[in-house]
């Protein structure tokens, strides 16, 4: 046979590459950056000396401008703290003085705190059964439909409290044009069912569902597959499955959709004013707005009091949902994911119709009627070929002034806080994902207090730091389009991080750092290697921050004036008014166009981090 020659390196007396490489410092570091970062878009220059290595905790101080600390902190300040003491200050001093003192014995207070109590309670527990059977049935079974049954039933809190109280209001009592189309309205004289304490819980219950829904959901997606398959294996039945595994583990995401459902009710005000106000029944949202209306000496110092007890109560919701985890442990330990999800069989074809069935009466039938509402004369009458009209849309469309306004207002609002809002939470989530500790836990504490305020108390906030001039300027915001501008980048500022936090997160950092040991300033890294990376994330925070705004109702209530109302002010107006159909007309359009950006949604989903879409698994 013949020998296999062996190949046997030959020296020469030149040095190879990677030799001088071991014994240049300089010309290491520089042929390292090139190796790694050639895909970069900027031409790497020749470094001068050695590059500045990054600090242990991520970027160094001449890694970023010096001016963005301070500007982060400044804009947070203005638009989330600011207003928050003006709030206390003016609530100490009412107290002190003794001018505001007398609201908290009045009799109608402790009305609106009992009603809001209550309301805010009865509408949780109804959130929880919804919202609850929902997400067991999308997260734990093989149910079909899956994206198709979560993107209807997120629909309920995407549009607008007053458009949720119009629509049943149109659907039931005995003026309501869909039931005298179909012959089953009751007769005439009957009471309408929903104006009452028990309807404004039913229907809080329905707007809340799915943050219930969306709390419980990641929990039950993250069951242990490893426990569920060794308790099948030993014999359980599935339903003892999950009354000893799934249930207990699925307890903290119940216990916060719960608190967030209770805290959201307590804070609601346009379904309270749509059915409370015409049965005289007060809330404290609404309380504060007649209070307002009938502006007075001491109104400011009322309406602060009123406020912090809002706060107060959203607080001890908070409260006893920290109470109720504390002390226990919910870490699971091995795998986890789709696999723990049960197999129905059988009852699968049942399980689904009981879901449609809830979506057709929470959703379907609401909506059904506030279209007949929006195509007849007068409310009313019944909807037929002989009544059938679009003289509704006709008027809010191209007669009204008022509502044609409006749109513009919403529409100026909505789009100037979604774009408006990434000058700031863009740099905010840079900070916070590259400077872990203190300073990110500062801002993210900075930005969650406004989002998790209710907005009537926001508003009043805002209405209290601002009701004077400017200093320095003399300018009076107060009455203006801008201040309810300014009291949306506070409010939404949290809706638009989130989106914009998720793609910083899933960014490498060494992306941005080997551009910044090629030489490449911050507004060269962040217009050539961040912004390009974030910018799906953007544009899902600016349809999410435009499709929050654009329906805005709570804020806005508070802080309109004559030729500043917004969309929600003018459903709320029209209705108040008695002109129900034009209000059906304008409730439709809404939630037209909501259902279009929540589809605008869906087809970028391919592009967007995960979490981004509520309604996705």
Not at 131 to 148: E, I, M, P, Q
Not at 199 to 224: C, E
Request: charged share 10%.
């Amino acid at each position: 046979m013949r020998r296999k020659r062996s190949r046997i390196p030959i020296r020469t007396s030149r040095p190879s590459r990677a030799s001088s490489a071991r014994t240049d410092p300089s010309m290491l570091e520089r042929n390292d950056a090139r190796s790694r970062h050639r895909w970069l878009r900027f031409p790497i220059p020749r470094l001068r000396g050695r590059a500045p290595l990054p600090a242990r905790g991520g970027a160094t101080s001449a890694a970023e401008p010096r001016l963005l600390v301070p500007f982060v902190f400044a804009c947070l300040f203005l638009l989330c703290l600011l207003p928050l003491i003006s709030l206390a200050k003016a609530g100490f001093s009412g107290l002190v003085s003794g001018q505001s003192i007398g609201v908290l014995s009045e009799p109608a207070t402790f009305a609106a705190i009992r009603n809001t109590l209550i309301t805010a309670t009865g509408g949780m527990v109804v959130s929880v059964v919804i919202g609850a059977l929902f997400a067991s049935a999308v997260a734990l079974t093989d149910v079909r439909g899956k994206l198709v049954l979560s993107f209807a039933f997120m629909l309920p809190m995407m549009i607008p409290p007053q458009v949720t109280a119009l629509a049943w209001v149109e659907m039931t009592g005995p003026a309501s044009p869909l039931l005298k189309t179909l012959g089953i309205a009751p007769p005439l004289g009957s009471p309408q069912p929903l104006y009452s304490l028990g309807g404004i819980s039913l229907l809080l219950g329905v707007q809340h569902a799915p943050l219930v829904f969306l709390a419980l959901k990641a929990g039950l997606s993250a069951s242990p597959r490893d426990g569920v398959e060794a308790a099948r294996l030993a014999g359980a039945t599935p339903l003892r499955v999950f009354r000893d595994i799934v249930a207990p583990l699925s307890a903290p995401g119940l216990i916060a959709g719960a608190a967030i459902a209770f805290v959201s009710g307590v804070g609601n005000f346009g379904i309270p004013a749509i059915l409370g106000i015409p049965a005289g029944i007060e809330v404290l949202p609404t309380l504060i707005y007649t209070r307002l209306a009938s502006f007075g000496a001491g109104t400011f110092g009322e309406i602060a009091l009123l406020s912090s007890l809002i706060a107060v109560i959203a607080a001890m919701g908070l409260m006893l949902q920290q109470r109720a985890l504390a002390g226990k442990d919910y870490r699971i330990i091995g795998l986890s994911g789709a696999n723990a999800a049960f197999s129905l069989g059988r009852l699968r074809l049942a399980v689904e119709l009981v879901l449609l069935l809830i979506l057709f009466f929470v959703l379907v039938a609401p909506l059904a009627a506030l279209v007949a509402s929006s195509l007849v004369p007068a409310y009313g009458v019944p909807l037929n070929l002989q009544t059938v009209s679009l003289r509704a849309y006709e008027e809010i469309l191209f007669r009204q002034s008022m509502t044609l306004k409006a749109f513009g207002n919403s529409m100026f609002l909505a789009t100037t806080a979604a774009l408006g809002l990434l000058a700031v939470s863009v740099p905010s989530a840079y900070l916070m994902t590259r400077r872990k500790g203190g300073l990110a836990n500062a801002l993210g504490i900075l930005i969650e207090i406004p989002y998790a305020l209710p907005g009537i108390v926001l508003a009043v906030a805002f209405i209290l730091t601002f009701a004077a001039p400017l200093p320095v300027l003399d300018i009076s915001l107060y009455g203006t389009i801008w201040i309810i501008l300014i009291a949306y980048f506070s409010s939404f500022l949290a809706v638009s991080l989130k989106p914009v936090m998720s793609a910083f997160l899933q960014m490498d950092p060494s992306l941005e750092e080997a551009a910044r040991l090629s030489g490449a300033g911050f507004f060269r890294r962040m217009r050539d290697v961040i912004l390009p990376l974030v910018a799906p994330a953007a544009g899902a925070a600016i349809i999410l921050v435009f499709l929050i705004a654009a329906n805005e109702l709570t804020v806005s209530a508070l802080l309109w004036s004559a030729g500043t109302q917004t969309l929600g002010v003018a459903i709320f107006n029209l209705d108040d008014s008695g002109s129900s159909d034009l209000a059906a007309a304008l409730s439709v359009l809404v939630v037209m166009m909501v259902v279009a950006l929540m589809a605008a949604l869906e087809a970028l989903a391919r592009y967007l981090p995960e979490g981004v879409l509520p309604w996705r698994n």
